[in-house]
C-alpha cells in the first residue's frame, strides 16, 4: 500500500513562521521513504484566513522552514510544500492594511460557513474584492516565487492547492466564478488561472517537482460548480495536454473525493456518484493519480490494488497517529482524532502528544 500524510491546518506558527514544534511534529510522522504534505503555506500577505498559518514569501519564513525539511530528510521521507491562497475564504482582520479580501468574485461565502477569527470566536465572511484583470499576473508571480522558495528552503517539491473553495477553486467553480473578462464564463476560461499557475511554477522548479490538488465535486465553502464530473475532466484535459508540451509529466494529481466532511457537514453526493466521478478521473489523467477523503486502512488498500489510484493520502488520521504507517502495517487499533484541537494554538496538545503504539497508557 502506498500513501502519504495529507495537509491539515496546524496553527502553531507565530508571525506566519514555522517553530520548532513544526519540526517536531513533521519529524514524528517521518519514515524512511515516506512522503509527507505540509499544511497549507501561504504564498503571500494576502493569502490568510486563519491565524497563525505559516508562509514561505520571506527569507525569515524560508529559513526556518529549512529545519522542518531537514528534520523530515533525518528521517528519511520526502516532503513537499503545500501552496496556499485562500482567496475570499478570509477576512480584513488577515489583510494587510484591514483590506477586504480578494477573489475571482464579489460575492461571499454565505451565513452557512464561519470563519475563526484571532480571539477564538467565529465570525461571518465578508464581501471579497474581486480582482482585476491586470492584478491576476502578480498573484500567478506569487505562486512562482512561493515554489522558488520551497525549493531554497529544500522542499523535494510543491503541491498547488487548488481545491477545497479557496482562491483557485474560486476560479474553476461557476457556482462562485461569475467573471465576464477572459477568467470567468466557459470552462477553457475559468481554467485559465490555474494553468497559468501550473505553468509558471513548472518554469521554475520542473515539472517532476510539481502537484496540483484538486476537488471538483466538493462544496466546501460554496465550492459549487454545475458540472463537477465536466470540470475535472477539463482540468485533466489540459494537464495532459500541458505535460506533452513540456515532455515530462506532473509528479501527481490529487483529487479529494466528495466524501470531505468539515464541522459535522457532509457532501451530498452518492456512493454510485462518488465512485463514477473518480473513476472516470482517473481513467482521464495521464500521470500518477493521488486521492484522499476519508479513506480507511481497508479501502485505502483497496482502491491501489483495483487500480483506482496509485497514492492515497491520509490527513486526520495522521494526525492522531505520528506512526500511522507501522499501525496501517500491523492492523493495530487507531487513535481517534479530537476535532475540537484541530484549529487551536497549543504547541503540544492535539499536535505532537499523540501516542506512538504502545505507549498509549505512557501518554495518557
Not at 274 to 293: I, P
Request: aromatic content about 8%; charged content about 20%; proline content about 5%.
Amino acid at each position: 500500500m502506498q500513501g502519504g500524510i495529507g495537509s491539515h491546518d496546524q496553527m502553531q506558527s507565530a508571525e506566519r513562521i514555522p517553530q520548532a514544534v513544526h519540526a517536531e511534529y513533521y519529524a514524528q510522522r517521518s519514515t524512511q521513504a515516506g512522503f509527507l504534505i505540509t499544511e497549507g503555506t501561504l504564498i503571500s500577505p494576502t493569502a490568510s484566513g486563519f491565524p497563525h498559518v505559516p508562509g514561505i514569501y520571506s527569507d525569515e519564513q524560508v529559513e526556518a522552514w529549512r529545519n522542518v525539511v531537514d528534520a523530515v530528510h533525518a528521517k528519511g521521507s520526502i516532503i513537499f510544500c503545500q501552496l496556499w491562497h485562500v482567496g475570499r475564504a478570509s477576512h480584513p482582520v488577515y489583510q494587510p492594511g484591514g483590506a477586504p479580501p480578494i477573489s475571482s468574485t464579489s460575492k461571499p461565502i454565505s451565513e452557512r460557513w464561519r470563519i475563526l477569527m484571532p480571539d477564538g470566536s467565529h465570525g461571518v465572511y465578508p464581501e471579497p474584492r474581486a480582482l482585476n484583470t491586470s492584478e491576476i499576473p502578480e498573484i500567478v508571480q506569487h505562486y512562482r516565487q512561493a515554489a522558488i522558495n520551497a525549493v531554497r528552503a529544500g522542499f523535494d517539491g510543491i503541491e498547488i492547492h487548488g481545491a477545497h473553495g479557496y482562491l483557485i477553486d474560486q476560479f474553476l467553480k461557476d457556482g462562485i466564478n461569475d467573471r465576464t473578462d477572459e477568467y470567468g464564463g466557459s470552462l477553457e476560461n475559468r481554467c485559465r488561472f490555474l494553468m497559468q499557475v501550473v505553468q509558471a511554477v513548472v518554469s521554475a522548479i520542473g515539472a517532476e517537482r510539481v502537484a496540483l490538488r484538486i476537488s471538483p465535486a466538493i462544496d466546501h465553502m460554496d465550492a459549487f460548480d454545475s458540472d463537477p464530473l465536466g470540470l475535472g475532466l477539463a482540468v485533466i484535459e489540459r494537464l495532459n495536454n500541458f505535460q506533452k508540451e513540456v515532455g515530462i509529466k506532473l509528479t501527481y494529481l490529487h483529487v479529494t473525493q466528495p466524501r470531505f466532511t468539515l464541522h459535522d457537514q457532509i457532501e451530498t453526493v452518492s456512493e454510485e456518484e462518488r465512485a463514477h466521478l473518480m473513476q472516470n478521473l482517473r481513467k482521464a489523467y495521464e500521470g500518477t493519480f493521488m486521492c484522499s477523503g476519508g479513506f480507511t486502512r481497508d479501502s485505502g488498500m483497496e482502491a491501489v490494488a483495483q487500480g483506482h489510484a496509485d497514492l492515497v493520502s491520509y490527513g486526520r488520521l495522521f494526525i492522531s497517529n505520528p506512526d500511522l504507517v507501522l499501525r496501517l502495517k500491523l492492523n493495530a487499533p487507531l487513535t481517534k482524532y479530537n476535532r475540537d484541537t484541530f484549529y487551536t494554538q497549543d504547541p503540544v496538545i492535539g499536535y505532537t502528544d499523540y501516542p506512538f503504539l504502545g505507549k498509549e497508557s505512557e501518554t495518557n
